[in-house]
C-alpha cells in the first residue's frame, strides 16, 4: 500500500530566505508524486508533478521538487519566500493505477 | 468560468436529515473523485469515478452514495446524516487517473 509522510506540521521562514517542505513516501512500484497547495477555505491547487525523467521539476510560483529515489523524498522547495507563499502544503502520491493518498498537510507560515 | 463547481458552498444540518452536494466540472475530463478532509485538514478520498462508472469505494458507510448521471456530474447523497461526518468534501476530476487533480472549492457541511 502506498503512503506519504510529511514530517512537519508547521514550516515557518522568513520572507525572502529559501523555504523547504519535506515529502517522504512509500509505493510498491514507480511512483507518481505531486505537490498541491491549500489556501484558506479553497480547494487545492496543482504546484508540480514528477512521474519521469529529470529528478528536479520545476512548477507554479517559482516552486520547484527534487525527487531521490534512494531517499524515497520528494522535498518541495522554493529559492525566496513571499508572505503570499503562505498555506497548506499537501504532497501526494500514487502507485500506477491507483488512486492519490495524500500526506497529513504542512502548513508554511512566511514572515515579513 | 469555474472549472469544477460544487453546490452548496455551506451546508447546516440537523442529524439524520439526508442531503445532497452536486459538482460539476467543464472540462471534458473522464475522471472524476469525492475527498474528504477533516477538521484537522485530513484528505482521505471516498469516491473515484471513471467514465460515469465507479472506479473505486473506500471504506465510507454506505449512507454515502455518489451518483453519476454523465461524465460531466458527480453527486454525492448522504443519507441519516450524523455529527461525525460534518467535515468539508471536495470534489475534483482529472483527465485520466494518475494525472494531476482539479479541485472544486468545497463544501464544508456542519450537522448539528
Known amino acids: 500500500a502506498q503512503s506519504v509522510a510529511q514530517p512537519e506540521d508547521q514550516v515557518n521562514v522568513a520572507e525572502g530566505n529559501p523555504l523547504t517542505v519535506k515529502c517522504t513516501y512509500s509505493?510498491?512500484?514507480?511512483?507518481?508524486l505531486f505537490w498541491y497547495v491549500q489556501y484558506p477555505n479553497r480547494g487545492l491547487q496543482f504546484l508540480l508533478k514528477?512521474?519521469?525523467?529529470?529528478?528536479l521539476v520545476k512548477g507554479s510560483y517559482g516552486f520547484e521538487a527534487e525527487f531521490n529515489k534512494s531517499q524515497t523524498s520528494f522535498h518541495l522547495k522554493k529559492p525566496s519566500a513571499l508572505v503570499s507563499d503562505s498555506a497548506l502544503y499537501f504532497c501526494?502520491?500514487?502507485?500506477?493505477?491507483?488512486?492519490?493518498?495524500f500526506g497529513p498537510g504542512t502548513r508554511l507560515s512566511v514572515l515579513p | 468560468d469555474t472549472a469544477v463547481s460544487q453546490t452548496p458552498k455551506y451546508l447546516v444540518t440537523q442529524m439524520g436529515n439526508d442531503k445532497s452536494i452536486k459538482c460539476e466540472q467543464n472540462?471534458?475530463?473522464?475522471?472524476m473523485y469525492w475527498y474528504k478532509q477533516d477538521s484537522k485538514k485530513f484528505l482521505k478520498i471516498m469516491f473515484s469515478?471513471?467514465?460515469?462508472?465507479?472506479?473505486i469505494n473506500e471504506t465510507v458507510p454506505n449512507r454515502f452514495s455518489p451518483k453519476s448521471p454523465d461524465k460531466a456530474h458527480l453527486n454525492l447523497h448522504i443519507n441519516s446524516l450524523e455529527l461525525g461526518d460534518s467535515a468539508v468534501y471536495f470534489c475534483?476530476?482529472?483527465?485520466?487517473?494518475?494525472?494531476?487533480?482539479?479541485f472544486g472549492s468545497g463544501t464544508q457541511l456542519s450537522v448539528l
Open positions: 501526494a502520491v500514487a502507485d500506477y493505477g491507483q488512486n492519490f493518498v
Open positions: 514528477y512521474i519521469t525523467g529529470d529528478n
Open positions: 469515478y471513471n467514465n460515469k462508472e465507479l472506479i
Open positions: 509505493v510498491s512500484g514507480n511512483p507518481y
Open positions: 472540462l471534458g475530463h473522464d475522471t
Open positions: 475534483a476530476s482529472s483527465p485520466h487517473p494518475n494525472e494531476k487533480l482539479f
